[in-house]
């Protein structure tokens, strides 16, 4: 191997493992992302755009966010992480966001759970999800098992 590959290769496992490194130890949260990089937002843009009826927090991603998690997909890597508009409105409106490593690309899935619903009935059974970015169904497995991870998701 040249001395340049090697040393490209270097810096690449390098930055994939400190873009890894900071979403695991929860310095990488959805509503920071759009602030810390014009890539993140100009994919982000690119994403929304022509969305009809979005609300600002989904346009913006702004608002109540948890720590985003590195996350392999189909060979590719994601940063994956839950965003709500405010930590009590997640119970009927939470956003699953995934940014690529490269900043390419970005997918998401909206879901909203009718307001009032009964305590003994299941929002999975009942909510409405609405994907972005037009994710294939290996990404749209991706989003949903992220939900599927909160202990208040049944």
């Known amino acids: 191997m040249s001395l ?16 890894a490194s900071a979403a695991n130890d929860g310095q990488a949260r959805a509503n920071e992302l759009l ?7 100009e994919t982000w843009q ?5 969305e009809e009826r979005l609300p600002e927090w989904v346009m913006n991603l702004s608002g109540d966010a948890q720590q985003m ?4 997909e189909d060979g590719d890597q994601y940063l994956v992480g839950p965003l709500c508009e405010t930590a009590q409105s997640c ?5 699953i966001v995934a940014f690529g490593f490269d900043k390419k690309h970005a997918y998401a899935m909206l879901v909203d759970v009718p307001a009032g619903l009964p305590v003994d009935k299941s ?3 009942h909510a409405n999800y609405r994907f972005l970015g037009k994710p ?19």
């Open 123 to 125: 929002p999975t059974r």
């Open 4 to 19: 340049l590959f090697k040393t490209l290769a270097a810096t690449l496992l390098l930055g994939a493992s400190a873009l």
């Open 35 to 41: 602030g810390t990089d014009p890539q993140f937002r």
């Open 46 to 50: 690119g994403v929304v755009h022509k």
């Open 91 to 95: 119970q009927n409106q939470r956003l």
């Open 69 to 72: 998690n590195a996350i392999a």
């Open 136 to 154: 294939d169904e290996g990404m749209q497995a991706l989003l949903k098992e992220q939900l599927r991870k909160d202990p208040n998701w049944y």
